[in-house]
């Protein structure tokens, strides 16, 4: 008997189209899970970020880091002297400034009497004590003599130029080696004729001789100026006043 074959090509048919079925969802299966894989591969694979080992925040994205700036250090203050009793003393050193001309105020010319003498200066009255002055020689003297060192002589040239220095720090308050015009000592020294200046100590406050040439040995520059056994000659002036008394000695090798 004859037998159509329809049936047994729509069986075919069905199988077919199972395996199909079959196959696409594996193949979807396969799709999924390959991009779940990657999925989870880019985010392994993604920068955790830096990590910064100093305390200070990272500089921003984009902008340039700031070049440090040394600070300059702050600046040592410097030793204020005392207003009384102080004094300071300046090694020699030979000036080659040629001298020049004598200013007609600023030299106190030399005096041999033992009387104080008065000046002017500006609204104080300055007193000039050539007695003082005497006195400061006479310890100077003293205390070279002890150390061995020949006297002093005094010179007057070197006497006008200590006077002077004298009346500059009293008429203006500056205790200091340095005229107002710029001077050295020893351009003061060469102005008042004397060109073998050595050495000048200088004082403040000092209410007596005795005080003044203490407070000198007691300091070591200002002692060695002193007990110098190849200085020769010495002048001296006192001059009292406002911060005073004002005290000056300068030393020749002459």
């Not at 702050?74 to 300071?88: H, L, Q």
């Not at 020699?92 to 008065?118: F, I």
Request: aromatic residues 6%; hydrophobic residues 35%; contains cysteine.
């Amino acid at each position: 008997m004859w037998q159509s074959s329809h049936p047994r090509h729509t069986q075919r048919s069905a199988r077919r189209r199972s395996h199909l079925g079959a196959l696409v969802c594996l193949m979807a299966a396969l799709f999924f899970a390959g991009v779940l894989l990657g999925t989870r591969m880019n985010d392994a694979a993604e920068p955790t970020g830096h990590i910064y080992l100093s305390e200070t925040a990272p500089p921003a994205a984009g902008t340039p880091t700031p070049t440090p700036t040394h600070k300059p250090a702050r600046p040592r203050a410097d030793r204020i002297p005392r207003s009384t009793t102080t004094a300071t003393a300046m090694p020699r050193v030979r000036s080659r400034v040629q001298p020049t001309r004598t200013p007609t105020g600023d030299l106190v010319p030399g005096y041999t009497a033992g009387d104080p003498v008065r000046v002017l200066g500006g609204d104080a009255v300055l007193q000039v004590s050539p007695a003082m002055a005497a006195k400061v020689v006479s310890l100077t003297n003293a205390a070279r003599a002890r150390r061995g060192c020949a006297p002093l002589r005094v010179d007057a040239r070197l006497t006008r130029s200590a006077r002077a220095h004298s009346m500059e720090m009293a008429s203006s308050g500056r205790f200091e080696h340095g005229s107002p015009d710029g001077a050295s000592p020893w351009d003061r020294m060469e102005r008042a004729g004397y060109r073998a200046g050595a050495a000048e100590n200088i004082g403040r406050g000092y209410a007596s001789p005795e005080e003044a040439v203490r407070g000198w040995l007691d300091s070591r520059d200002h002692r060695q100026n002193i007990l110098n056994c190849r200085i020769r000659a010495i002048g001296v002036g006192v001059v009292s006043g406002p911060g005073g008394p004002w005290w000056t000695q300068d030393f020749g090798y002459s």
